[in-house]
């Protein structure tokens, strides 16, 4: 089990769209680092390139460690050679794609730190000596390779390449479309969230599991669904319309441990967001950049969904209109947002709601408190009473995962590139009522009900 604190946040803050669980996910996801510094752009050991420039670099190093190394290079057994070159590859893939993207300096993030934790499924095998190998490459006169070091916690060292090599690169227009992943990424994690009121620290702790059948068929899900975004035409252009780079389509799905699970628990029904795409950090006002199939896209959202599905669990209708409007005291289109935050907050926690949801500032009446707040939910949704406070908020999420898989199973067998954003989809603009009616019948196939969706946005 690999143990990385991550974030600090306000207790209160918590429970809130349950995003104790969806913004720490994402941190948590590396590459075996030993500590938890971090780079905007971190080395991916799974990264590789097929330009020609960069494979001819690869095998012109590999080749000058085989007949001009050190007599102790050259008596390493055959399967650290392997690993050696492996890692040396990666890391020229990782600089190219650096390069690619068009980051300045074209730098990526590496820990240098022998790591504590034992070699997981989320890890590259035979990526350990990566430090060693880095400094081997850096060592070269005239290297491509340059090394920053660090000697600041919670700060990494990075790997640059020089600006020759950087221009080379850039005259032959390279590309993501020279960039893939070698097999064998994980894409089924499961963790588990701790939480210190008194330090108010998050932590997230990746858990080494035994597959089972359901992992294996998780997994064979989240494999045809990078398969199928890895073969579509999916884009972002930049100011003038032209092709502008982004991140692999690689989605991860995460599964979530009660904070009192008791150790050794290894369960898969909690949670289950997809992360992973770039299109789920791009800014919401630069989203209109996307392109599917040459498109502009509509993003489809079920309606309150986890309230609905709240109801569903307790074997009630929900009623019909606006979940989050129309609470005592709190009418209408301005409080929506501050609303959906408490409703969330309420499915997510164990304890009674005393204080507003952090984030709400301006999105609620001045001078609401959490108990009035609590007291006009209650008010508004007296059935699920019983619901609320009950920490169901993870059962919910998986649930909706579900939905979320499935839809994007049966649309890339009617291939149809979907981009999901957690509880909704972003589609090519003349798939949008298509793809509505498959997202409805797939939580009729999950919920045994058809979930009413909207047409969020027009990008």
């Not at 991916?44 to 007949?67: A, E, F, Q, R």
């Not at 640059?160 to 064998?184: C, M, Y």
Request: hydrophobic share 40%.
């Amino acid at each position: 089990m690999l143990l990385r604190p991550d974030w600090r946040k306000d207790a209160a803050d918590v429970e809130t769209i349950g995003a104790v669980v969806s913004q720490a996910i994402d941190t948590a996801e590396g590459s075996g680092d030993s500590h938890n510094a971090r780079h905007e752009h971190m080395f991916n050991p799974w990264l590789t390139c097929s330009h020609l420039m960069v494979k001819v670099l690869g095998d012109n190093i590999i080749g000058h460690w085989t007949y001009v190394g050190t007599p102790r290079l050259r008596r390493m057994r055959e399967k650290d050679k392997q690993n050696r070159d492996a890692i040396a590859r990666a890391v020229f893939a990782n600089l190219a794609y650096a390069v690619a993207l068009g980051i300045e300096p074209p730098e990526v993030g590496v820990s240098l730190r022998a790591a504590k934790q034992k070699i997981t499924r989320y890890d590259r095998r035979g990526f350990g000596n990566l430090p060693g190998v880095i400094d081997l490459l850096a060592s070269y006169g005239g290297s491509i390779l340059l090394l920053r070091r660090s000697d600041r916690k919670g700060i990494s060292s990075a790997i640059s390449t020089n600006e020759d090599w950087a221009a080379d690169l850039r005259k032959t227009k390279i590309g993501v479309h020279h960039f893939g992943q070698e097999p064998g990424r994980e894409t089924i994690y499961l963790g588990r969230v701790e939480r210190d009121f008194a330090g108010r620290e998050e932590s997230r702790e990746l858990i080494d599991y035994a597959d089972t059948d359901e992992t294996h068929r998780y997994r064979a899900e989240m494999e045809a669904i990078n398969a199928f975004l890895a073969s579509s035409d999916i884009s972002l252009q930049d100011h003038e319309g032209k092709p502008s780079p982004t991140g692999l389509p690689f989605l991860r799905r995460h599964f979530n441990l009660q904070p009192d699970d008791p150790e050794g628990t290894e369960r898969f029904d909690l949670g289950g967001r997809l992360f992973g795409g770039w299109w789920q950090t791009l800014p919401k006002d630069q989203r209109h950049r996307i392109r599917i199939k040459g498109e502009p896209v509509a993003d489809l959202d079920f309606n309150a969904m986890f309230v609905r599905l709240a109801y569903l669990r307790g074997g009630l209708t929900p009623p019909a209109g606006d979940l989050y409007a129309g609470l005592p005291g709190l009418p209408g289109e301005p409080w929506r947002a501050g609303v959906k935050k408490a409703v969330l907050a309420m499915l997510f926690r164990r304890t009674p709601l005393t204080r507003v949801p952090r984030g709400t500032s301006g999105e609620l009446p001045p001078g609401t408190s959490g108990p009035q707040l609590r007291a006009a939910i209650l008010a508004a949704h007296p059935a699920l009473a019983p619901v609320f406070e009950t920490g169901i908020g993870l059962s919910l999420m998986f649930t909706e995962s579900q939905v979320i898989v499935k839809a994007l199973l049966d649309l890339a067998d009617q291939k149809v590139p979907a981009l999901p954003m957690h509880d909704g989809l972003m589609v090519a603009r003349s798939k949008a009522d298509k793809v509505a009616r498959i997202m409805s019948y797939a939580a009729e196939a999950v919920t045994g009900h058809r979930l009413p969706i909207s047409l969020k946005s027009l990008y």
